[in-house]
């Protein structure tokens, strides 16, 4: 399974941007998918994670309201809009697939993709 982050970038606070994950290797709709980010000095965070489907969808709680996952699985593309975004959001964020159709869990997503840099400016 191959993995790419893009779209990330520098803005400053109150920006918006949307990052993308292409996927190849396997069937991409069979899958649930998921956004990790990882800032300089701190532990990987989980930050948002859809199902197969898009029915069921996880946010990380300081960015409900201003995140939003999605997914076309008919072109095989993962989305986050990150909006409103604050200096705490600066990460390299990289997405993820699990071994399931609906675990939304961390712990089940096992492929992973080269990151994105966001980088939120005060």
């Known amino acids: 399974v191959q993995l790419q982050a893009s779209g990330g970038g520098s803005v400053e606070v109150g920006g918006s941007l949307r990052l993308s994950c292409t996927s190849s290797?396997?069937?991409?709709?069979?899958?649930?998918m998921g956004w990790f980010r990882q800032a300089p000095g701190k532990e990987r965070e989980f930050v948002a994670a859809?199902?197969?489907?898009?029915?069921?969808?996880y946010l990380l709680d300081s960015v409900k309201g201003r995140f939003t996952i999605s997914r076309d699985n008919t072109k095989n593309i993962l989305y986050l809009a990150l909006h409103d975004l604050k200096p705490e959001d600066t990460a390299v964020y990289y997405c993820?697939?699990?071994?399931?159709?609906?675990?939304?869990?961390?712990?089940?997503?096992?492929?992973w993709g080269k990151g994105t840099q966001v980088t939120v400016s005060s």
């Open positions: 993820a697939g699990s071994q399931g159709r609906n675990s939304l869990k961390a712990d089940g997503m096992k492929h």
């Open positions: 290797g396997r069937t991409f709709g069979d899958f649930a």
């Open positions: 859809i199902s197969w489907s898009g029915a069921l969808t």
